[in-house]
């Protein structure tokens, strides 16, 4: 049987995932629903449409025009606007939750009350709101250890910490007044010092598969310096795990994922069928769940399909079929590290429309697309980040050292962060993790 494959979104996780499609040996056809001109995605798919992906009518009637057998849902717009429900009303197979339970990313109150209504550990101290009232309050209790969460979909720009982004509750209660004043709500809750990592599942409804664990580096400058962006660069190591965490934090982070998505079906009727990302931060006292995503980190998702050896069409059906189970779900024991090269200016105030040029990368399988465009026939930057370099060795110091070189050799008004990965600053987690414990 042919499989005819959907894939939604078209950054340089979606060039992932075409890519861990593209090396089964199972017939195929790979359709994409994209936002630009990705040329990888192009080049591994039979077709790629540039068009609106989070407009359910414009998903179903180009799923019904390719025969769609199967679909996957990159990024998370597209969930918080029902596109899973959508193809699955139409018979179409959806790797990615439907619009109530992709909630667990799109509303963090919605994630907080879960995780406390079914009595799932690692959530904070926290109260939602929908106006300032009771937040000085609040924030007096919390004292200097406070985050403050707008509630829906922001591109990571609705997080404020206290010490990075909020200097003051003066400063708390004037950015909770401006969520208020566009009708926004939002959560307080209790800040966790310690060390963030992503640990992903593979999530069918009731069976989960889980991932290596990766971390994330958010800030645009080195030494974790600067404005928050999308992800500037992550690594995994060899073993699964990361050099600061233990076995133990592991274990937690699992369970969490486990309890989760056994919570979300309990209360909808429906199982969650997708990517079960759980953005955690390991503690003195334990992990505590940091947030919910319903869909592949990016930039983890590089890390991770870098490394599966597994089948990733079969991956896609047992999770739509609820047969998780019955897949053999297998990752390389190989480190990773990737880089994103960003335009200069990123992510305030982005270069766009000037010419990049790759011809120098060696290693072109460790190279992903992301928000690129043409501009006649010239490769040029569209204004986020850029182009994503991995590396893949037995450490993650050589993995460093390859994504490095490669990354480097990409010209044009770009930056990357040259520390991501490097001995120095995985060194400084691993210390700051035993100053904790
Ligand atoms: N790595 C951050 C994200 O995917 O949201």
Known sequence: MKHKILVIGSGAREHAIVRALGRSPQDKEIFCLASNMNPGIAELCDEILIGNFNDPDFVVSYAKETDATLAIVGPENPLAAGIADALWDTGVKTVGPKKDLAQLETSKAFARNLLKEYDIPGGPKYQTFDAVGGVTDFLNELGENYVVKYDGLSGGKGVKVAGDHLHSHDEALAYCQKLVDSDGEFVIEEKFVGEEFSLMSFCDGDNLKHMPAVQDHKRAYEGDTGPNTGGM????????????????????????????????????GVGYKGILYGGFMATASGVRLVEYNARFGDPEAMNVLSLLESDFIDICIGVADGTLDQVDVQFANKATVCKYAVPDGYPDSPVKGEPIDVSKVKNLDGLFFASVDFKGTSLVEAGSRTIAMVGVADTISDAEALAEKEVSSISGPLFHRTDIGTDKIVQKRVDHMNSLR
């Open 233 to 268: 660069g992550t690594y995994s190591d060899a073993n699964h795990s990361l050099p600061f965490l233990t076995n133990n934090d592991i274990s937690q982070a699992l369970e969490i994922n486990i309890q989760t998505a056994r919570a979300i079906k309990d209360k909808f």
